[in-house]
C-alpha cells in the first residue's frame, strides 16, 4: 500500500478508514536512541556486534527473539531472561530523556474518541505503557497489541490483524503510523495502508 501524507485530519482519515493503530517505539515516542543504548549494555556485556544499522534493520522484533538471533549468530549460550531484563531495565533507566514525536502524537489524540484505536508493538505490554504514561498517552487508545500477545511478530501480519479483530475494524480499511521496514511489512502483509514516520522524523544516531 502507497503510504499517505503525515498531514492527514481527523475528518480525512474517519471518511476513509475503520481504525488507526500506531507502532509505539520511534513512531509514537523518540525511543530509538535509548532502545540502542540500553542494547549495546547487554551485546557488549556478552561479547556481541551489534552496530547500529542491523539494530534498525530489526525494529519490531521483540527483544528476547533479537538476543537468541544474535546469541545464535555467534555460536554462544546466553541466558536469555536475564539478558531481555537487563535490556529493559537499562531502557528504562533512560525514559526520563525520551520525548514524544509530536506529529504523530497530534495525530493520535485527534482522532481518539472518533475512531478505534490501538498501540501494536513488539515491546512488551509493561515497557509499552511506562513508555506511554511518560510521553502523556496511557488512556488514549482503545486497546495495546504488545509482544506477549501474538505468537508470532512483525513482519509477520499477526500482530495487526489482532488488533484489527480487537476493533471489530476490517484489515483493509485500517491504516498504520510506522518506523520500521519490518512494521510495514507487517502492515503490507495484513492488507492494511500504512504511512512511515522516516519520512518526517529520523532519530539521532548514537554511533558515528
Not at 35 to 53: C, I, K, M, N, S
Not at 57 to 80: F, H, K, N, Y
Not at 85 to 107: G, S
Not at 116 to 124: E, L, R
Request: contains cysteine; charged residues 25%; aromatic residues 8%.
Amino acid at each position: 500500500m502507497n503510504p499517505f501524507p503525515p498531514s492527514a485530519t481527523p475528518a480525512w482519515l474517519s471518511q476513509s478508514y475503520d481504525a488507526v493503530l500506531f507502532d509505539c517505539d520511534g513512531t509514537l515516542a523518540d525511543t530509538m536512541p535509548a532502545h540502542y543504548r540500553a542494547w549495546r549494555q547487554v551485546t557488549d556485556l556478552h561479547g556481541l556486534l551489534f552496530d547500529e544499522d542491523r539494530f534498525y534493520s530489526m525494529g519490531g522484533r521483540p527483544t528476547r527473539e533479537i538476543v537468541a538471533t544474535l546469541a545464535a549468530e555467534a555460536g554462544i549460550e546466553i541466558d536469555l531472561e536475564h539478558a531481555v531484563h537487563l535490556k529493559e531495565q537499562a531502557f528504562l533507566a533512560q525514559l526520563d530523556r525520551i520525548e514524544a514525536i509530536d506529529p504523530v502524537v497530534d495525530v493520535a489524540r485527534r482522532v481518539a474518541g472518533r475512531m478505534p484505536t490501538a498501540v501494536v508493538t513488539g515491546g512488551y505490554q509493561a515497557v509499552c505503557r511506562r513508555i506511554l504514561e511518560h510521553v502523556g498517552l496511557a488512556d488514549l487508545f482503545d486497546t495495546i497489541v504488545a509482544s506477549e500477545d501474538t505468537a508470532r511478530h512483525k513482519p509477520d501480519p499477526e500482530p495487526f490483524l489482532e488488533a484489527a479483530r480487537r476493533l471489530a475494524a476490517r484489515p483493509e480499511r485500517c491504516v498504520v503510523w510506522e518506523d520500521s521496514d519490518l512494521g510495514i511489512a507487517a502492515a503490507t502483509a495484513a492488507g492494511m495502508h500504512w504511512i512511515d514516520v522516516r519520512s518526517f522524523h529520523m532519530p539521532k544516531r548514537v554511533s558515528g
